[in-house]
């Protein structure tokens, strides 16, 4: 079998691929998703290409996959180890002897310039004055939005819970009623799931919200309906635990959070510490 070596975009994290990476390992091949040093000011392609050739270790069979800014650090990782495949998913890829840094004043306005006269419109585009600064990147890209009738907004918050004392209940049929629980639960306040991932101690949430929906409001209605309905449905949830859900969450805006992250604030939900070390 293969390993798949997922490179994420600008502003994101190794999580992104997730789900891709569960069907990969459903289908017996070996993933590998690292977090780039997007917040180090002082790395750059050659750093980012070290950290995922440092991820890949000795791994063979090596299928590289790279998603939007992935697409300047992959032919660096191809340069240092042996890789069967290159596949690039909407990649950003400077024109024929471009640098990268070239792309967001000549290629990227192309390409804008290109979809906006698509839509009707018949004013030139010019070059914003700074698109390229520490990391942030901004190009001229169609990004999806939603319209309420006060504006347009794109919110989304990674949201994370464990269950109470962190015990591993949520597997099988209780975790895949709980998936269905929070959709519906997200239907009804029109908030959209971009990704949701149950695992036997925490649930992660990817999720764009309404401007007048705070993080607090939309991790407390989805903790306590989905608790409420849980325990109801499944009488041993209530024998094992006083509550489901433990009295914390974790909350952070799109692009701010890593797998490290999310790692420590589970790690710190058992709320019986001498009970860590034991087995579960």
Not at 14 to 43: F, K
Not at 196 to 204: A, F, G, N, Q
Not at 258 to 264: E, F, K, W
Not at 268 to 280: L, S
Request: overall charge positive.
């Amino acid at each position: 079998m293969a390993t798949f070596v997922l490179i994420h975009g600008a502003g994101d994290v190794g999580w992104y691929w997730h789900l891709v990476e569960a069907g990969l390992r459903a289908r017996g091949h070996d993933t590998i998703s690292p977090d780039l040093p997007c917040d180090d000011d002082s790395a750059g392609l050659p750093e980012y290409a070290d950290t995922v050739a440092g991820a890949i270790g000795d791994r063979a069979n090596l299928i590289v996959v790279a998603q939007s800014l992935g697409g300047f650090t992959a032919p660096l990782v191809c340069d240092r180890v042996a890789v069967e495949l290159l596949v690039l998913v909407a990649p950003m890829i400077p024109a024929p002897g471009e640098a990268p840094a070239g792309y967001w004043t000549h290629q990227a306005l192309r390409e804008g310039t290109a979809a906006f006269r698509r839509q009707g419109n018949r004013v030139t585009l010019t070059p914003p004055p700074v698109l390229y600064r520490q990391r942030v990147y901004t190009s001229l890209m169609v990004r999806p939005v939603q319209v309420s009738p006060g504006g347009v907004h794109d919110l989304g918050y990674h949201v994370v819970w464990c269950p109470k004392y962190r015990r591993a209940v949520l597997t099988g049929s209780v975790a895949d009623r709980c998936r269905e629980l929070i959709a519906e639960k997200c239907a009804g306040h029109e908030w959209r799931i971009v990704a949701l991932e149950v695992m036997p101690d925490h649930v992660h949430l990817f999720v764009k919200a309404r401007p007048k929906d705070s993080p607090s409001f939309v991790a407390n209605q989805l903790k306590g309906f989905t608790s409420r309905r849980l325990r109801e449905e499944f009488p041993h949830l209530r024998s094992r635990l006083p509550t489901l859900w433990s009295r914390s969450y974790f909350v952070a805006s799109v692009g701010a959070v890593s797998a490290t992250t999310v790692q420590r604030y589970i790690d710190t939900q058992y709320e019986r510490p001498w009970r860590k070390d034991r087995a579960r």
